[in-house]
């Protein structure tokens, strides 16, 4: 779907606003929702707006909308670290999709997508449990021990969060396109 630089880069703009007016919503208002198991992870919708950047405007877009929930993140807390952390949940999460889609092209669309959003977990999954086998021990003295005992509770999470961004994510995707459907050239 051939879409103009000028609607790309509006598309764009307006999904990068929605994180950050998520981030901050979510946060100051206190909706986000601890995983039960390890209360300081949080379930949250930011990565909605990311997935859809992905999906109408492509991987460009998505990094961009990652970079701006890490600025945003950095902006209202100053952490640093969180902010990286949220920034390759998210992105690591629409990359695998992007490569997901893109290796089963010429599958179903239904198929596609579901094998998509199934890699998009995988490298969710995978990129936070490294990430946090470094950033635990390294930022938060965490003995790297109890970190890898994390890991299967920190991978559930992710395995949760992904699915809700990507599922969500491409349900209101397909909602938008059956609403406004953009006219081939």
Same mark, same amino acid.
């Given at each position: 779907?051939?879409?103009?630089?000028?609607?790309?880069?509006?598309?764009?703009?307006? *999904? #990068?606003?929605?994180?950050?007016?998520?981030?901050?919503?979510?946060?100051?208002?206190?909706?986000?929702?601890?995983?039960?198991?390890?209360?300081?992870?949080?379930?949250?919708?930011?990565? +909605?707006?990311?997935?859809?950047?992905?999906?109408?405007?492509?991987?460009?877009?998505?990094?961009?909308?990652?970079?701006?929930?890490? +600025?945003?993140?950095? #902006? @209202?807390?100053?952490?640093?670290?969180?902010?990286?952390?949220?920034?390759?949940?998210?992105?690591?999460?629409?990359?695998?999709?992007?490569?997901?889609?893109? *290796?089963?092209? @010429?599958?179903?669309? @239904?198929?596609?997508? =579901?094998?998509?959003?199934?890699?998009?977990?995988?490298?969710?999954?995978?990129?936070?449990?490294?990430?946090?086998?470094?950033?635990?021990?390294?930022?938060? =003295?965490?003995?790297?021990?109890?970190?890898?005992?994390?890991?299967? *509770?920190?991978?559930?999470?992710?395995?949760?969060? =992904?699915?809700?961004?990507?599922?969500? =994510?491409?349900? *209101?995707?397909?909602?938008?396109?059956?609403?406004?459907?953009?006219?081939?050239?």
């Amino acid at each position: 779907m051939a879409r103009s630089k000028s609607s790309r880069l509006t598309g764009t703009a307006l *999904l #990068a606003a929605l994180v950050v007016v998520l981030d901050y919503a979510l946060k100051f208002s206190g909706l986000k929702i601890p995983f039960p198991w390890m209360p300081t992870l949080k379930f949250d919708f930011t990565g +909605i707006p990311i997935t859809l950047s992905l999906l109408m405007y492509g991987l460009p877009s998505a990094l961009t909308t990652s970079a701006v929930a890490f +600025i945003a993140i950095i #902006a @209202r807390s100053g952490d640093v670290v969180g902010a990286s952390m949220k920034f390759a949940a998210e992105f690591s999460t629409v990359l695998g999709l992007a490569l997901g889609i893109k *290796l089963t092209g @010429r599958f179903v669309p @239904r198929l596609r997508k =579901g094998l998509g959003s199934s890699m998009g977990i995988l490298f969710r999954v995978t990129a936070m449990s490294l990430a946090n086998i470094i950033v635990l021990p390294a930022f938060y =003295g965490v003995p790297e021990s109890v970190a890898y005992g994390m890991l299967p *509770l920190i991978a559930v999470f992710n395995v949760a969060q =992904g699915a809700i961004t990507v599922l969500l =994510g491409i349900f *209101l995707d397909e909602a938008v396109k059956k609403r406004f459907p953009i006219p081939k050239p």
